[in-house]
């Protein structure tokens, strides 16, 4: 059984401007000791998705997200509260904005272990000295005095993992953990994810942006766009063999070491559609190079792709024609 | 500042206070029963001695050493602590009665020299506690004349005494002029003959003894504390501790007065009697809340100002707690230094259009005053003499609410032949929040004249109108309470040629008929009181006659008490005497 | 810090220099009364009036006047004495400041105790009917005049004026040493109509920076730790949202120590800014001067006081 198995999740927000579908639909797993990522633009509902599932959203949510069989869509909040920082854990993007400027940061781990353990404050801020240790900050003795302004980008965010991990989560959800920070930090960070994955058998939900950040440190990838998935797939398929117009979009917009320097990278046309307005049809259709005249009717549906075991996609393109344009250099 | 000039009642909240009620006030005073059954405010028979009194007022007292005070406000605690050598009863502002004089002054015929014979008996309290003798007559009035005490109207009415001047620079504190032969007796000699009307302002609290060898020290200083200090010669005092310090006087706070264990009493010849025992007054708050405490509560008089609803209610609901005492007058004087009110024609015009009941009306109506025929008001030695209550008949007073027609003509005898006033514009100063003014601003505006109107605060109006040298050609909110009740006191200041200053003027009318300035001179020399007040009534005239300003109201001013005060109001000060009143 | 500290001192010192020179100049050069002729009465000799004028100094030139009180005041800390009284003006100030500590003491615990918790809740509850009935009595209590506020109250609850006699009324001010229940009663109503606007403006000042704070990423990081609501509120999102709240307390209470007039006058609480109002009508320009500085002292410290606890309050301040 997989740790989490989200089904047709939904969320809506109310806005001036009328409902916002900002999650339409949504199906994912992770695995035990696995690190899924998920992947896509501003707006694609990759973060609401996880935040949804730990009740951090506001809005109308249908679905279920089941987490080791219980569904955290039925608790009670009592309920939920219990779970959110002990069995799950979140990291956010910018620990400068996420931590509280008042407090030490000592003060903030020692409180999030004691929230759900019955510890003394010393126990508790011992704890937090440990912690901070294990996620690789110098000298943590002293820095667990600091104040969150007082360390630099990179330290904030390994004592914002450390807080996640207090209570050892058996998922730890990281929503762009390194978009705010500069890439010798990221590469830093990211090796730190891998490790303490490894060590304590943790699955990660990796939210990102960032291709690159999904290869380093993915297990699984899903993509997405416009509330929906798109593709789903292993790390390695993906990057192998993407099946979707959209997905060939984003790797040919990455910088490659393997491809000539002079080759020109290529954005994908158009915004991300309105939430609000989606889109008839296939949502990606309006970006979409290769769009036919059914494709701004039918909605497609995430089907597995032939012959590739654990891959799915939502294209109406038929695979072969799909593979054959894969191959083929863009228009 | 209100008060300081007008010295008492602060005239421009008075009115203020009752042109917010003026609907109140004015729409019910249509058939109003202003004539009866208010509190007559006369001493009682059989009143019972003993109790607190407490007395409540919004405002402090100036200065509480009896050789500075000047409010009327003080004078309440003056008149309780201080045994002055001649004082009025009660209920006759008329005649000053000898208190610690043992009989009325004497003046020599040239005028110059004023002999009193004090009584023996007196003391003073504690810590002096010694017999008064003329001696510590003659220090309190010399007193007045140094720069640490600076009293206020010695130097006006004794100013005339011999060898003021070394004591007036600093170079001595001895006072050549007055005399002590023996420890009973006190000659003032002074170097014009103005002996007469010296003798009347012997009622003031100056005259009161002070003992020189105990206020010495505190006269001595930059600014005396003495008032701070002082000893007491009248049934009550200033509770102080055994050095003498008035610790029952906290500026801006309270003053509590105890009983004088020194004084003799009535077989000393004082006709006060002292009912209460003690005296409590806080100072400080909203004057209509303090009325209603009074109303509603037990034991407590007013000490200053009562708003326009308390009048209104106490008038209405509760009329033997509230009593009414004329008190002062008011006027509006024409500058008659320069055209166009040196025109006589012009003045009878401006009087006869004025209409006074509509004065009347806006500060409050029929209970707060009457309308005035001349200048002298009710309760003055002089006023019958100058025509009573209904005036001596001058056309253009006749009619309280105005006469236009009558006004055209005289503008037409002044040369304006459509009986409109076509010359330039002129220039008048009133008082914001009153609405008198804007009454009378009004009324000239309808005679045709064009008028440069300024409204001011009362501080600043007066810093115009008193100086003559800012011409300005009308101010229509003065009025004049006196310094003790005498003709002189009245119209000296305000009427006489010589009492124009460059500076504090008091005469803005700037009035210098040379034959009023000399019957004014001949009545001041006047011992007999009849023919005294006859003399300075028909004086009044002359001036109503000559139209040197227009006479618009006689105040009355009213004092609440609370429901078990039998409260005795002294008529010559417009307020509550607290040796008279007492408890039930 | 020491540095700061010094340096925040002498800021001190030279605004309240400023402050007492302004006042001087003020009074000299508006229109409004000479002192000597009012201290010198109606019919004044011009003789009489030199006299006063050189009595109380003021025959000098306007600096001269400034240099000695100056002087008086730094050395010996003399205040000088009123043209009204004759009473020392320190003497009156001082035995003024306990009334008016009392009032502006009381009155600050009650507007943060009403008004704290208020704002919180119409925080927690927005848009919901409590913090619209909230929100709508702050308005009202916040427009109503002070002073009529105090009369109301008086012509309602007072014992001896009042319609329903509950508390006691104007003028029952008694010192604490000498009788402390009358000194607490006589403070009730008083302290209610002073605090009732202070409140209303606090609730609503807090509802906005807290609603503001919880917007925040820390807030959804709390949430995220697990932390109750209640706990995210009051430990995370107060703890933000009460910074600016100490800063206009801090200045607040600045101004009421120098006397809250309009509340003293109506229930004549012996205070510095019924003093001060007294002396304002008459002119009295040694009482106007002692309480203008003693009301700027205690402000330009209070700014002090709020800076110094801001900089604790909030520590990326401090190393700013």
């Known amino acids: 059984m997989a740790l989490l198995e989200v089904e047709g999740l939904r969320v809506r927000f109310d806005t001036e401007d009328g409902p916002l579908q900002a999650v339409d639909g949504v199906s994912l797993s992770v695995e035990a000791g696995r690190v899924l990522g998920i992947v896509g633009e501003s707006g694609s509902g990759k973060s609401v998705t996880a935040l949804a599932t730990m009740g951090l959203v506001p809005g109308r949510i249908e679905g279920r997200a089941r987490f080791e069989g219980r569904d955290l869509l039925a608790l009670s909040p009592e309920e939920m509260r219990r779970v959110r920082g002990h069995e799950i854990a979140i990291v956010f993007q910018d620990p400068l904005s996420s931590l509280h400027p008042f407090y030490r940061v000592g003060r903030q781990l020692a409180e999030a272990v004691r929230v759900h353990q019955d510890v003394s404050r010393r126990a508790a801020r011992a704890r937090a000295v440990e912690l901070l240790g294990l996620v690789g900050v110098p000298e943590p003795a002293e820095r667990v005095d600091a104040y969150p302004h007082q360390l630099s980008g990179g330290m904030r965010q390994r004592a914002m993992i450390a807080m996640a991990l207090a209570n050892d989560p058996r998922l730890l959800i990281a929503d762009e953990p390194t978009t705010a920070l500069d890439v010798t930090v990221q590469a830093q960070i990211l090796a730190l994810l891998r490790r303490l994955q490894e060590e304590r058998g943790m699955a990660i939900v990796i939210i990102t942006h960032d291709l690159g950040v999904v290869a380093e440190l993915a297990d699984d990838v899903a993509v997405m766009y416009a509330g929906q998935i798109v593709e789903r797939a292993p790390v390695e398929r993906l990057f192998a063999a993407p099946e979707h117009p959209y997905t060939w979009g984003l790797l040919r917009s990455m910088p490659r070491l393997d491809v000539p320097r002079e080759r020109e990278l290529v954005p994908i046309p158009g915004r991300p559609p309105s939430l609000v307005h989606p889109p008839g049809g296939c949502r990606f259709h309006p970006r979409c190079p290769y769009v036919r005249d059914p494709h701004r009717e039918v909605e497609p549906a995430l089907e597995p792709v032939p012959g590739d075991e654990g891959h799915a996609v939502a294209c109406l393109l038929d695979p072969a024609t799909r593979r054959r344009l894969w191959r083929e250099p863009a228009p | ?129 010694r017999a008064v003798t003329s001696k510590d007559v003659k220090y309190a009035l010399t007193r007045g004349f140094f720069p640490s005490v600076a009293n206020q109207y010695v130097q006006n009415y004794l100013g005339a005494l011999e060898g003021t001047g070394p004591v007036v620079e600093g170079d001595t504190r001895e006072l050549s002029g007055i005399q002590t032969p023996d420890d009973r007796t006190l000659v003032l000699r002074f170097t014009t003959d103005i002996g007469a009307t010296a003798a009347q302002a012997l009622v003031l609290p100056a005259s009161a003894p002070v003992p020189e060898e105990y206020a010495r020290r505190f006269d001595a200083k930059k600014q005396s504390d003495y008032g701070f200090n002082q000893v007491a010669t009248g049934p009550y005092m200033i509770r102080n501790d055994a050095q003498g310090k008035a610790v029952g006087y906290q500026p801006g706070r309270r003053i509590e007065l105890v009983r004088n264990p020194s004084w003799p009493g009535a077989e000393s010849g004082d006709f006060r009697p002292a009912y209460v025992d003690r005296v409590d007054w806080t100072i400080g708050g909203n004057p209509t809340v303090i009325g209603r405490q009074v109303l509603n509560g037990r034991d407590m008089i007013n000490g200053d100002t009562v708003p326009a609803p308390i009048v209104k209610q106490a008038a209405t609901r509760s009329k033997e707690q509230i009593t009414f005492t004329p008190l002062g007058n008011r006027f509006i004087p024409l500058n008659m230094s320069e055209p166009p009110f040196d025109d006589v024609n012009v003045r009878k015009a401006v009087a006869a259009a004025i209409d006074r009941t509509r004065l009347q009306l806006v500060r409050g109506g029929k209970l707060t005053g009457k309308v005035a025929t001349h200048f002298l008001p009710p309760g003055s030695p002089g006023f019958e003499a100058a025509g009573g209550l209904e005036g001596s008949g001058h056309d253009f007073l006749a009619k309280p609410e105005g006469d236009m027609q009558l006004a055209a003509e005289y503008l037409r005898k002044a040369g304006f032949s459509n009986g409109r006033y076509s010359g330039p514009a002129i220039s008048m100063v009133g008082t914001e929040d009153d609405p008198g003014s804007q009454v009378v601003l009004d009324q000239f505006r309808r005679l045709g004249f064009r008028v440069n109107y300024r409204s001011l605060s009362q501080e600043a109006m007066f810093g115009a109108c008193a100086v003559p040298a800012r011409k300005v050609d009308v101010c229509p909110n003065y009025g004049w309470l006196p310094d003790f009740n005498d003709g002189y006191a009245y119209l000296y200041g305000t009427f006489n040629g010589k009492a124009i200053a460059p500076q504090q003027n008091s005469n803005w009318s700037q009035l210098n008929d040379p034959r009023i300035n000399a019957a004014m001179d001949r009545a001041a020399r006047i011992t007999d009181p009849e023919e005294r007040a006859e003399a300075w009534g028909r004086i009044d005239d002359q001036i109503t006659a000559a139209a040197a300003a227009v006479p618009t109201y006689w105040d009355d001013v009213p004092n609440v008490q609370s429901r078990n005060v039998r409260g005795v109001i002294a008529r010559w000060n417009g307020a509550w005497d607290l040796s008279f009143t007492s408890l039930e | 810090m020491a540095g700061y500290l010094a340096r925040r001192l002498l800021w001190v010192v030279a605004l309240l220099l400023a402050v007492s020179a302004i006042t001087f100049a003020i009074f000299y050069t508006l229109p409004s009364a000479d002192p000597a002729a009012m201290r010198a009465g109606r019919q004044p000799t011009p003789q009489l009036i030199a006299q006063v004028r050189e009595n109380l100094g003021l025959d000098q030139p306007v600096y001269v006047q400034y240099w000695r009180y100056m002087r008086d005041l730094v050395l010996h800390f003399d205040f000088g004495f009123s043209y009204q009284s004759n009473a020392p003006v320190r003497e009156q100030i001082l035995d003024r400041l306990p009334a008016t500590l009392s009032l502006t003491g009381g009155a600050v615990v009650l507007w943060l105790a009403i008004g704290l918790p208020v704002g919180v809740i119409s925080a927690v509850r927005r848009r919901r009917w409590p913090d619209r009935l909230a929100m709508g009595l702050a308005l009202v209590a916040i427009s109503a005049p002070v002073y009529w506020l105090g009369l109301v109250a008086l012509y309602l609850f007072a014992d001896d004026i009042g319609r329903f006699p509950l508390l006691p009324g104007a003028n029952s001010y008694e010192p604490i040493s000498q009788d402390p229940a009358a000194w607490l009663g006589s403070l009730v109503l008083p302290w209610l109509v002073l605090a009732a606007s202070f409140a209303a403006f606090y609730a609503r000042l807090l509802r906005a920076n807290l609603l503001e704070a919880m917007s925040e990423d820390y807030i959804r990081t709390a949430r995220a730790k697990g932390l109750p609501e209640r706990q995210v509120v009051l430990r995370h999102g107060m703890r933000a949202a009460i910074t600016p709240i100490v800063t206009v307390v801090g200045l607040d209470v600045g101004i009421l120590l120098g006397g809250a007039v309009l509340v003293e006058t109506v229930f004549n609480v012996p205070g510095i800014g019924r003093l001060a109002y007294d002396a304002i009508r008459t002119a009295d320009l040694p009482v106007i001067q002692g309480t203008v500085l003693f009301g700027a002292f205690f402000i330009v410290v209070a700014n002090l006081v709020v800076d110094l606890a801001y900089a604790w309050i909030d520590p990326r301040v401090r190393t700013a």
């Open chain 2, 1 to 129: 500042m209100t008060s300081t000039i007008l010295r008492r009642i602060p005239v421009g909240i008075g009115i203020a206070l009752c042109a917010v009620a003026i609907a109140a006030c004015g729409s019910d005073d249509g058939d109003d029963d202003s004539g009866g059954g208010f509190a007559s405010g006369l001493p009682v028979e059989g009143a019972k001695k003993g109790g607190t009194l407490k007395v409540v007022s919004a405002s402090d007292v100036d200065q509480i050493d009896p050789g500075q005070a000047y409010y009327q406000l003080t004078y309440l605690v003056t008149s309780a602590t201080q045994t002055p050598l001649y004082a009025y009863k009660p209920e006759d502002p008329e005649t000053p009665v000898p208190v610690l004089a043992e009989s009325d002054p004497r003046v020599s015929p040239d005028g110059r020299t004023v002999t009193v014979k004090i009584r023996s008996g007196f003391r003073f309290s504690p810590p002096v506690d």
